[in-house]
């Protein structure tokens, strides 16, 4: 399994392998999403990628066939933070089904986190459910506010991070 830097090229020519791979990794539990939303998913880190949004980057790990197992992409912007302060969003950090449990996602996430920009705090969302909390825990993220958007139901919680 080989992890390295995405550029956004490579993301919009791979576009449909990451909304097939996104698709996977969120039908399922805990985020039950509908097809759609893999598309969403994609479309919207394509846009960013492609707006040259500040401080976007993406990294992601292939199998010995060339073929994608997992992404995690961020950037900077002010949302998470309520326009309080620029900060590093880790905004996905998708596995493969197959591939999940064999410490793929954290090698993902400090990958990512090791290109982030610093000196600037991380941030994330992620669904308020102890499976996606405690792992985050354990790597370093802090809950710091919970959070039920009016266009989910769900519940989630807003961590943090300090850069290194």
């Not at 399922?28 to 960013?48: D, F, I, M, Q």
């Not at 302060?85 to 090698?107: I, K, N, S, T």
Request: aromatic share 8%; glycine share 10%.
């Amino acid at each position: 399994m080989t992890v390295g830097a995405l550029a956004a090229e490579d993301l919009a020519a791979r576009r449909d392998e990451w909304i097939a791979l996104c698709a996977q990794a969120f039908c399922g539990p805990p985020w039950h999403e509908p097809p759609r939303g893999a598309l969403r998913t994609v479309e919207r880190l394509l846009g960013k990628a492609e707006a040259r949004q500040p401080g976007f980057r993406c990294v992601a790990s292939y199998d010995a066939e060339g073929a994608v197992t997992g992404f995690a992409a961020g950037w900077l912007d002010t949302a998470l933070s309520g326009g309080a302060e620029e900060a590093f969003e880790l905004a996905e950090l998708v596995v493969a089904p197959a591939h999940q449990g064999r410490g793929l996602g954290r090698a993902l996430h400090d990958a990512l986190l090791a290109e982030a920009p610093a000196p600037r705090p991380r941030l994330l969302m992620t669904l308020d459910v102890p499976e996606l909390r405690e792992r985050y825990e354990r790597w370093g993220w802090t809950v710091v506010e919970r959070v039920r958007p009016e266009n989910d139901g769900r519940d989630f919680v807003l961590m943090r991070a300090e850069a290194a």
